[in-house]
């Protein structure tokens, strides 16, 4: 049974850096083929895919963000951290982590989100 | 990298059909067939409904159906019922190696 579950603060001060934690159970990223992504939601908008690790610690992510993102993982944690720096109250959001299939093209299993809210 | 283009809203009455599409450019949904699509609920994480443009992933009902021509993925919903009731997101793999979504259809069933 894959599950994924994001922990991390619920509230962030402008320009401060937000450290979100993947904690993932029932697959491995040390298996060829895994990969898991970080995906926002602003309130009432759009999904937005952030980032992205592969098993072999291949890293994407998104052209607008990049310079802000930072995404690693502890394989022997079960766990996927991704950073964002210099946050901002645009940057208010669900944060969703989610395990991408058999291809790249989608993802399969997602975390119950956890909504961060930059305020001052 | 724009968001991919869904109209925002689509309504249709139970057991009728509806489609939703999403067109993006020939570096996204016209150049590979990594679509996929995502039925949200108020509050709810997304749920995978269709992936790599056909594919729908086990537990996922048949009336729901993709299809891409050129540019433009769609989604169809047969028999609607009131439990379809929600947002949908298609998604595409693209020529940078990321991933970007439709801006979301919300559809009513009237």
């Known amino acids: 049974q894959v599950t994924l579950k994001e922990s991390g603060p619920a509230l962030v001060k402008p320009t401060q850096t937000l450290t979100l934690t993947c904690t993932f159970s029932?697959?491995?990223?040390?298996?060829?083929?895994?990969?898991v992504s970080w995906i926002r939601q602003p309130p009432g908008k759009a999904l937005e895919w952030l980032a992205r690790?592969?098993?072999?610690?291949?890293?994407f992510y998104s052209t607008s963000l990049k310079t802000r993102l930072t995404i690693s993982k502890d394989t022997s944690k079960n766990q996927v951290v991704l950073t964002m720096t210099n946050m901002d109250p645009v940057d208010t959001a669900t944060y969703y982590c989610?395990?991408?299939?058999?291809?790249?093209?989608?993802?399969?299993?997602w975390g119950q989100g956890t909504l961060v809210t930059v305020s001052s | 990298q724009s968001a991919l283009t869904q109209p925002a809203s689509v309504s249709g009455s139970p057991g009728q059909s509806i489609t939703i599409s999403c067109t993006g450019t020939?570096?996204?949904?016209?150049?590979?067939?990594?679509v996929s699509w995502y039925q949200q609920h108020p509050g709810k994480a997304p749920k995978l409904m269709i992936y790599?443009?056909?594919n729908r992933p086990s537990g996922v009902s048949n009336r729901f159906s993709g299809s891409k021509s050129g540019n433009t993925a769609s989604l169809t919903i047969s028999g609607l019922q009131a439990e379809d009731e929600a947002d949908y997101y298609c998604?595409?793999?693209?020529?940078?190696?990321?991933?970007?979504f439709g801006g979301g259809t919300k559809l009513t069933v009237l």
């Open positions: 989610a395990r991408m299939g058999r291809t790249v093209g989608y993802f399969d299993y």
């Open positions: 029932g697959f491995s990223l040390i298996t060829s083929g895994m990969r």
């Open positions: 690790i592969d098993w072999d610690d291949d890293k």
């Open positions: 020939s570096s996204d949904v016209g150049g590979y067939n990594y």
């Open positions: 790599d443009v056909t």
């Open positions: 998604s595409s793999y693209t020529s940078s190696s990321t991933v970007v």
